[in-house]
């Protein structure tokens, strides 16, 4: 019996997290964490350095790191790189980058995993992942699309559903829905009519967001500009054998 929650009648779906990514299966599956890991990700595309993912940042990491001939990213607050894109844009010969983060790492690595075709989304990207995704449709009508919303986690560790996610999976949508795909479940129109309510104010909703607003206070304000750089990238990095690169 096919699950209430799987959207499985619909070509375009859209929840939340990594309950809701194992709840929505799909063909082709965005995961959009646009503060930040999926900014960055889309950063590092652009410099030409590959990522990746990993849940967390301990001496399996530094392990893993060494196993792949790959830089450890640093804390966000410490020197060297880190998961914050300005120190992405600064970097000199790397070429490898395992990257951290508990919410869009952790969803990539549990969805690359699966067997889905993960695609790192971002408000830089959308519409060059839309392109991506469309040919891909082209090759296959009967694959279907996924939009993950990372979310950010409370000090509990329940899901805080993070409006930045929301619209940044929202765009990515909108933007199939442009190119006529679909049909799109109720909870991808509701994602995709939250991108289209503040696609003409960005990147100021961005930055009065919530966590627009707390990277602001952590001195991070340059990563929400960075994230805000709508359509601004035509990198579509894609999760191949645990590395996101673009094809």
Do not use: H
């Amino acid at each position: 019996m096919t699950s209430p929650y799987a959207q499985s009648a619909y070509r375009l779906g859209f929840d939340w997290g990594p309950t809701g990514a194992l709840a929505v299966p799909g063909n082709l599956v965005a995961v959009v964490d646009v503060l930040s890991f999926t900014t960055t990700v889309t950063v590092a595309a652009d410099e030409g350095i590959d990522v990746l993912p990993y849940r967390w940042r301990d001496e399996s990491a530094v392990t893993f790191a060494e196993q792949q001939n790959a830089v450890l990213a640093a804390g966000r607050s410490q020197p060297g790189i880190t998961l914050s894109p300005v120190t992405i844009r600064a970097a000199e010969g790397v070429e490898r980058l395992v990257l951290p983060s508990p919410n869009g790492s952790t969803i990539s690595q549990q969805l690359g995993d699966s067997g889905a075709t993960v695609l790192a989304v971002s408000l830089r990207n959308r519409q060059a992942a839309a392109d991506w995704v469309q040919a891909e449709l082209a090759n296959d009508p009967d694959r279907t699309v996924v939009a993950i919303a990372a979310g950010e986690r409370w000090k509990d560790g329940s899901l805080r559903p993070a409006v930045e996610d929301m619209w940044g999976a929202g765009g990515f949508l909108a933007a199939l829905s442009d190119r006529g795909v679909g049909p799109i479940s109720p909870e991808a129109r509701a994602a995709i009519a939250a991108y289209r309510e503040v696609a003409d104010e960005l990147p100021r909703l961005l930055r009065d967001c919530a966590s627009g607003r707390e990277l602001t206070e952590y001195g991070f304000a340059q990563d929400v500009e960075i994230a805000a750089e709508v359509d601004r990238s035509t990198s579509v990095p894609v999760l191949r054998d645990g590395v996101f690169a673009v094809d």
